[in-house]
């Protein structure tokens, strides 16, 4: 015979300062739980989809990013021969060769530095970012110090407003536009044209060669050709993958972090789970005695306790997840370690991390419930029922 | 007063279960405090080891780009400075990327004047001098990874392409806990030379210049005075103290910090939580115990001080257990990370906060228990029936 679910509801009803307590806490655990969660999910995904899947990205083999690379104009020169590259419809190359620079910037509001990536693009650089649109302005001429900065930028940093003007490497570079790339790398970063910003900076190569490629699953053969090819110390990724590792290490400290906070924290939240259970057994003795002689038997009164405790973790798991779910409308701002770039990126949350996050507070609503649930089945009926 | 002490501990020993249990929820919460708070203090340890005598001269753009090596002399003809010395960032990979740590192709002779707290023997130092293969390294970097004096230490290049090969000639030791002791230092010269032949338009560069001051107080003047020389040419300077500059970089990653800084705040709510139940709990028990008292002639203000007393007994007594722990979690937890963070070490003035933290968590959980008690009508305490 089954305890009818509104018994466990009311008498969770009935100690409610009690209940709202250790919901609480259990609320704050799934709080900081799903928060890490969604902080490395939205640096990945930001990550992941800065890259396009039939673009390939070009390095100087052995550097990990594109600042640290370097690529000779006659070494891009050849890759741009290479036949697997796709023509726009003028039968021009859908090839950039890219400077890319950091450079110091100051924070709204707090005035702390932050390195921001300055992106310098060939002719075509544009037409390989079909998710790249101008919201103000207009984008910057090729052959002229003009330069667009991404969304996030223009939000986060000063000095880079539309008729605002950058100084660097003896001139003034004019902000014409400002361009929005979605949840991408691209929306933290300022544009400009290559060879403008490469006499700025002094600079003799590129950083970068980015193509498209007319047939997607030649990637291979351009790679082995690239790779085999003795006058190109460089190597080719696509670009989603290029992309993807950039966020691993900081995505994997993040993920460490948010588990261990979330272990030792569970901790505390599941001992609050037994202390509520244990004296709501307590409390009950009587009572219990009472079901057990009117005939409910042993594993009802542990389900009974059961549902309770895991009913207990489920509300701090709700509320916890609705917490964490108001966080999405924040962007964090911070240096990848990868890059030593600045990227905006924001909370996601996705199916995965619902369900995680409720499983979460369900295993400590059973962890915290279980003892107490036991010694309430276990009661002798005669002691119970004698009880003050 | 002792009386009251010892009554407020019999009423908390009466459950002992769920005393037991708030207790060991406060030990672990003021051990994660204290754990948080360490890791907020390693990210600022860069900044705290330096020294108010030196600047750092930098590109103005960013870090990335470079210096002449002719702004060396410049430099040093700055009114007030008195050496002036150089390194540049390598960023290479120690068979591994996971392997991290910083290294420095540094002016050796200039850059150790510069910087006395790393300590390194007479018979090492000049051994190291000796030869244009020689590195150093901190000591912690070495246990790290079980180097000796001697060794070869192969370093792949990511901004200065290549393979490259170091024999270690020392290992340093720092002055007091918080110099930095996972550094890897060679000679500039050496990376020079290397780069000289394989790309030449990339020699006689330089990341950053170190410069020491004879006056503190003066840093700001001389500071501008140097980026002043640098003014409209090729590579615009930024001079500022050392401290500033590694301020600089805690900033940009300022925002983990906050992260890291409002955890360390949600897990004292969470067991705050926890504690304020478990004395909700006592109080709903005693009510009648309470009026009794009350009827008996007690003043309310007695049964405020009696739950307090009783609540913060709790706190406390988990929170010293709490902060003992701190020490060996703290060790645990730098071994594990290895040398992420350099200088990791429980500060007093976390041991404070955890302590008021704890204080904070008794007082927060006895506040409506001691109102409720203290406001409660004797007739129906008495009729109750818990």
Not at chain 1, 30 to 38: G, H
Not at chain 1, 365 to 380: C, D, H, I, Q, T
Not at chain 2, 265 to 271: A, M, N, R
Request: hydrophobic share 50%; charged share 20%.
């Amino acid at each position: 015979m089954q305890i009818p679910i509104v018994y466990t509801w009311k008498n969770l009803w009935a100690r409610r300062i009690t209940t709202v307590l250790t919901a609480t806490g259990m609320a704050l655990v799934v709080f900081v739980f799903a928060t890490m969660l969604m902080l490395s999910q939205g640096l990945e995904q930001t990550l992941v989809d800065t890259g396009s899947p039939g673009n390939v990205m070009v390095i100087r083999r052995g550097s990990e990013t594109e600042v640290q690379s370097s690529i000779a104009r006659a070494q891009a020169a050849i890759v741009e021969t290479l036949p697997e590259i796709a023509n726009d419809i003028y039968g021009k190359r859908l090839l950039s060769k890219e400077t890319v620079v950091l450079m110091v910037l100051n924070k709204r509001g707090s005035d702390n530095p932050g390195n921001v990536t300055i992106r310098g693009l060939s002719a075509s650089g544009l037409a390989l970012r079909p998710q790249v649109q101008l919201i103000n302005g207009r984008m910057f001429r090729s052959g002229s110090s003009e330069i667009m900065v991404g969304r996030k930028v223009a939000e986060g940093f000063n000095g880079v407003g539309i008729g605002e003007t950058l100084r660097f490497g003896l001139s003034d570079w004019a902000v014409v536009g400002i361009f929005d790339a979605g949840n991408t790398g691209f929306s933290s970063e300022i544009w400009g044209d290559a060879d403008q910003l490469m006499q700025a900076f002094r600079r003799q190569s590129y950083s970068s060669v980015i193509f498209t490629l007319a047939d997607p699953l030649a990637f291979d053969r351009v790679k082995e050709r690239i790779e085999n090819d003795p006058r190109l110390p460089l190597e080719s990724k696509r670009e989603t993958e290029f992309y993807a590792e950039q966020s691993e290490l900081m995505g994997n400290f993040l993920s460490i972090l948010g588990l261990t906070l979330s272990v030792i924290f569970s901790i505390g939240a599941t001992i609050g789970a037994m202390i509520t259970m244990h004296a709501s057994v307590a409390s009950r003795t009587r009572e219990i005695g009472t079901l057990r002689a009117l005939g409910f038997n042993k594993p009802s009164i542990l389900a009974a306790f059961m549902l309770e405790s895991l009913l207990l973790g489920l509300i701090g798991g709700i509320v916890g997840l609705a917490l964490a779910s108001t966080m999405q409308f924040l962007t964090i701002s911070t240096m990848n370690w990868q890059t030593f770039a600045e990227l905006a990126f924001t909370f996601t949350l996705t199916g995965d991390i619902v369900v995680r996050s409720i499983m979460f507070a369900l295993v400590m609503g059973f962890v915290g419930g279980f003892l107490p649930s036991v010694r309430a089945a276990r009661m002798n009926i005669i002691d119970a029922l004698r009880a003050d | 007063m002792l009386g009251l002490f010892r009554l407020a501990v019999r009423n908390a020993l009466r459950h002992k279960l769920r005393t037991g249990l708030t207790v060991l929820g406060i030990i672990v919460a003021t051990m994660a405090f204290g754990l948080l708070r360490t890791v907020v203090d390693a990210w600022y340890a860069g900044a705290d080891a330096t020294s108010a005598n030196r600047l750092v001269t930098r590109n103005a753009i960013s870090l990335m780009f470079d210096l002449p090596l002719s702004y060396r002399n410049k430099i040093r003809q700055a009114e007030g400075v008195e050496s002036v010395s150089y390194a540049n960032w390598f960023g290479g990979i120690y068979i591994d990327e996971k392997n991290f740590f910083p290294q420095f192709a540094i002016d050796a002779a200039s850059y150790l004047d510069l910087y006395p707290e790393y300590i390194l023997s007479e018979e090492e130092k000049r051994a190291f001098m000796r030869d244009r293969q020689g590195a150093i390294a901190g000591r912690k970097l070495a246990e790290e990874y079980g180097w000796k004096v001697g060794d070869i230490i192969p370093i792949r290049g990511t901004i200065y392409a290549g393979n490259w090969s170091f024999v270690l000639r020392g290992i340093y030791r720092g002055a007091d806990k918080k110099t930095d002791q996972t550094q890897f230092f060679f000679h500039w010269d050496n990376l020079n030379e290397t780069v000289k032949k394989r790309e030449p338009n990339r020699a006689d560069k330089v990341g950053v210049y170190i410069v020491s001051i004879r006056d503190s107080g003066r840093a700001a003047e001389i500071s501008k005075e140097i980026d002043a020389v640098f003014a409209n040419s090729l590579a615009e300077t930024l001079t500022e103290t050392e401290k500033a500059f590694q301020l600089g970089f805690v900033a940009m990653t300022e925002a983990i910090v906050i992260a890291i800084e409002i955890v360390s705040i949600v897990i004292i709510g969470i067991i705050m939580a926890v504690m304020a139940n478990t004395m909700a709990m006592s109080a709903r028990e005693r009510v009648r115990e309470y009026a009794t008292m009350k009827a008996l002639g007690f003043g309310p203000r007695h049964l405020v001080v009696l739950i307090f007393a009783e609540s913060l007994t709790i706190s406390l007594s988990a929170a010293l257990a709490g902060i003992a722990l701190i020490f060996p979690a703290a060790d645990f937890f730098a071994s594990k990370v290895g040398t992420l963070f350099p200088v990791f070490n429980v500060s007093e003035q976390t041991l404070w906060m955890a302590f008021a933290a704890a204080t904070c968590i008794g007082v927060v959980a006895a506040v409506f228990p001691a109102w409720r008690a203290a406001t409660g009508s004797i007739t129906k305490g008495l009729g109750s029936i818990g």
